[in-house]
């Protein structure tokens, strides 16, 4: 078994492909509203997307985008319902749930300075090394979402 995508629901999408696209190298492969009840074929039934949200008339954005390494990420914009965001504190270490999303990379000092340079915070003002085999560091999307680079 692998993991085939992981969801990063956010509250504004253009901030986050931002990120994404413009700072991580992501492609677009999907940029559509669902339900669409396109003519091409629907991607989304309603139906099925209320069962999904639980919610009766649900409708989003969804961005699906991929690395050239073929990693996929599912960016959803929810529209109906209201997207609520998360106080940051409940996106830390001491929480239930996905902490962080971590990517694996070369030149860690090089994505550092990109990261610090586009104006991401990051979670310390410095690399970490951890056991001998590699170096880390942490640092936040536009809704505080942890992401992580990570070089072996």
């Known amino acids: 078994m692998k993991i085939h995508h992981v969801c990063v629901v956010v509250s504004d999408m253009e ?13 677009v492969m999907l940029d559509r509203i669902i339900p669409d009840g396109s003519e091409h074929g629907c991607f989304f ?5 209320d069962d999904i ?23 959803e914009q929810p529209i109906v319902p209201k997207i609520q965001k998360v106080a940051k504190e409940y996106l830390r270490y001491g929480f239930v749930g996905i902490s962080e999303i971590a990517f694996g990379v070369t030149n860690i000092d090089e ?39 990570n070089e072996e």
């Open 15 to 27: 901030e986050s492909l931002k990120l994404y696209k413009d700072v991580l190298g992501f492609n």
């Open 45 to 49: 039934e309603q139906q099925t997307l």
């Open 53 to 75: 949200f639980q919610i009766k008339g649900a409708k989003s954005r969804m961005v699906l985008i991929r690395s050239e390494e073929g990693s996929i990420i599912e960016l």
């Open 111 to 149: 994505w550092f300075e990109k990261i610090k340079t586009a104006g991401y915070e990051t979670q310390t003002n410095y690399i970490w090394e951890y056991g001998g085999i590699g170096r880390s560091f942490l640092f936040f999307d536009p809704d505080g979402n942890m992401l992580q680079m």
